[in-house]
């Protein structure tokens, strides 16, 4: 059974992951009116699916620890970018948040001794190194590329192999 806290702190995730969800969404639906960003757009809706899932795995977690999952309300994300840089600026700062907020739940795991809780967040630990690095890699490749135009046509080329470390 989950304590009161414990549920509050995975309520407040639910939250943070429903709006990583609808902010890559934006960034998707940004990206798909521009012209030549085909991959990127691909990128940002798959990662939109991807933080649905986790929303929906913490959701179950909650219900199945004899809790209750509380699907909030949201506001409405950033809609436009002046730029692709730009773009996955935001998209590191959102994902170092949710590092932060994701050591935090862990943090709270180990005080409140919820040992199961502390296993499940691990999924998350371990998701999160690999968001960020991708995260960095990509703004690291748009600081290079600056406004060169084949530069950025290999990037969205790319850019869907990149998420497997490649
Ligand atoms: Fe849910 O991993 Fe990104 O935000």
Redesign the pocket.
């Known amino acids: 059974m989950l304590s009161k806290t414990m549920q509050e702190a995975l309520n407040r995730q639910v939250l943070?992951?429903a709006q990583?969800s609808q902010a890559y969404l934006a960034m998707a639906s940004w990206a798909e009116i521009q012209p030549g960003l085909k991959g990127v757009t691909e990128f940002f809706f798959k990662?939109s699916d991807?933080?649905r899932m986790?929303m929906l795995k913490l959701v179950h977690y909650i219900n199945e620890r004899g809790g209750f999952a509380v699907i909030p309300s949201l506001e409405q994300p950033v809609l436009t970018f002046v730029s692709l840089k730009k773009a996955f600026e935001e998209l590191l700062k959102?994902?170092l948040a949710?590092s932060n907020s994701i050591n935090e739940l862990v943090d709270i795991s180990l005080k409140e001794k919820d040992y199961a809780t502390h296993n499940f967040l691990q999924w998350?630990v371990t998701?999160?190194m690999e968001?960020e690095r991708l995260a960095r890699e990509c703004n690291d490749k748009l600081e290079m590329i600056g406004d060169d135009k084949s530069g950025l046509y290999l990037f969205d080329r790319d850019i869907m192999s990149m998420e497997n470390g490649g």
Do not use: L, N
């Open positions: 943070m992951e990583s990662h991807e933080e986790h959102h994902e949710v998350y998701e999160q968001e």
